[in-house]
T-cell receptor, first 108, second 114 residues
């Protein structure tokens, strides 16, 4: 079975940093993906981790610890347009299993 | 421009009717996927296809059917047997030659059945 947990909601101020945690227990693992989804729109790919450690992409970074079944997405220098849902997904055998998503609200 | 198209964006049907949602991609991707998204829940996999003329059930296939006659197209039929069909349906695709390839999503179809 697949169990992927992430917080439901987070709120932060413009210019601040927010860390979204994701823990997983899955029957297989080909990598961990983070997607951003604005309300009513399609998810868009943000990052991918398959090895332990930190991957940095501009204002977004993602970390993975396979032994702990843990990942986080770090959003720096928050902007109003970062208000969205962030989806953690575990890849397994060409399929993705998604967490319920974390809604991030950025306040001015 | 390459991408995935889903139409229509909003679809309304009466209970008891079958409805087919379209998904077309011009990314030359081998693999295609259908997900359903409900409020407060993650995306759940309905069906997927890694190659033309072949497809597999996902986690919630009951009440749905698909076909994959062309590489570009992967239509999803929501049958009257699906107990709670009202949802946001997302189609995705990827190269499929490696499990690490990210999936690209279409804009989605919001289906309402009354």
């Amino acid at each position: 079975g697949q169990n992927i947990d992430q917080p439901t909601e987070m709120t932060a101020t413009e210019g601040a940093i927010v860390q979204i945690n994701c823990t997983y227990q899955t029957s297989g693992f080909n990598g961990l993906f983070w997607y951003q989804q604005h309300a009513g729109e399609a998810p868009t790919f943000l990052s991918y981790n398959v090895l332990d450690g930190l991957e940095e992409k501009g204002r977004f970074s993602s970390f993975l610890s396979r032994s702990k079944g843990y990942s986080y997405l770090l959003l720096k220098e928050l902007q109003m347009k970062d208000s969205a849902s962030y989806l953690c997904a575990v890849g397994n055998d060409y399929k993705l299993s998604f967490g319920a998503g974390t809604t991030v609200t950025v306040r001015a | 421009d390459g991408g995935i198209t889903q139409s229509p964006k909003y679809l309304f049907r009466k209970e008891g009717q079958n409805v087919t949602l379209s998904c077309e991609q011009n990314l030359n991707h081998d693999a295609m996927y259908w997900y359903r998204q409900d409020p407060g829940q993650g995306l759940r996999l309905i069906y997927y296809s890694q190659i033309v003329n072949d497809f597999q059930k996902g986690d919630i296939a009951e009440g749905y059917s698909v076909s994959r006659e062309k590489k570009e197209s992967f239509p999803l039929t929501v049958t009257s047997a699906q107990k709670n069909p009202t949802a946001f349906y997302l189609c995705a695709s990827n190269r499929g030659d490696h499990p690490f390839n990210e999936q690209y999503f279409g804009p989605g179809t919001r289906l309402t059945v009354t």
